[in-house]
């Protein structure tokens, strides 16, 4: 799972996580698969520990492939 911080002004309900209340400055965890969604709110979300997935390095053995190819 995936840690990100609520830098809103007020609290708000998510309903992805269980319908939680969660507060201004308050960490919790997200699905990995759903990371994204939130922090690319940048006045709501930070990212505080990314996802620890499989595909990051997939993809930097594909980026080292396609540099060797050109």
Do not use: H
């Given at each position: 799972m995936?840690?990100?911080?609520?830098?809103g002004?007020?609290?708000?309900?998510v309903?992805?996580?269980?319908?939680?209340?969660?507060?201004?400055?308050?960490?919790?965890?997200v699905?990995?698969?759903?990371?994204e969604?939130?922090?690319?709110q940048?006045t709501n979300?930070?990212?505080?520990?990314?996802p620890k997935t499989?595909?990051?390095?997939?993809?930097k053995?594909?980026?080292?492939?396609?540099?060797?190819?050109?």
């Amino acid at each position: 799972m995936a840690r990100v911080r609520f830098i809103g002004p007020e609290a708000v309900r998510v309903p992805e996580l269980g319908d939680r209340s969660v507060e201004p400055d308050e960490v919790v965890e997200v699905p990995d698969g759903r990371f994204e969604g939130y922090v690319c709110q940048t006045t709501n979300w930070e990212a505080v520990e990314e996802p620890k997935t499989l595909e990051a390095p997939a993809k930097k053995t594909a980026a080292k492939a396609s540099q060797k190819e050109g």
